[in-house]
């Protein structure tokens, strides 16, 4: 049953993502990919945490699984990440691509340790 939790989740996630993106991109004046950089940075944050939250028994695991892999998981896109970066190397832009992954790591990875720090804390 928990599988179809995940699903649905994933789904809603993926459709918050779509959303996300087109509303910040019809707002910036840019080629970079700041709406997928939101979303991978903020679902990082969130994801930490969910694993915060989860190892101090604020979640159970399967509350945990359902937010942290299926709507977080369908929220967050490493697949665009890597697209729009090879995009912007093949469009002639070198350092905007290498911004955007590395930036879009590194970045994620800390918010991700905040995340649990944070969620370790409630």
């Known amino acids: ?4 939790l995940v699903a649905a989740c994933g789904g809603l ?14 707002r ?3 080629d970079f990919p700041v709406g997928t950089m939101i979303i991978n940075l903020s679902g990082s944050l969130l994801l930490g945490l969910v694993v915060g939250m989860g190892s101090r028994g604020l979640l159970d695991a399967a509350e ?13 896109t490493f697949s665009t990440l890597t697209f729009e970066t090879l995009s912007l190397f093949r469009r002639g832009d070198p350092g905007a691509s290498a911004l955007n992954m ?21």
């Open 28 to 30: 910036v004046t840019t």
């Open 64 to 76: 945990a699984t359902v937010i942290g892999t299926g709507y977080i998981g369908g929220y967050t």
């Open 102 to 122: 590395v930036g879009t790591v590194v970045v994620s990875a800390l918010l991700a340790a905040l995340g649990v720090q944070m969620g370790t804390h409630f």
């Open 1 to 4: 049953m928990i599988w179809l």
């Open 13 to 26: 996630g993926a459709i918050t993502r779509y959303t996300l993106d087109r509303t910040v991109m019809a």
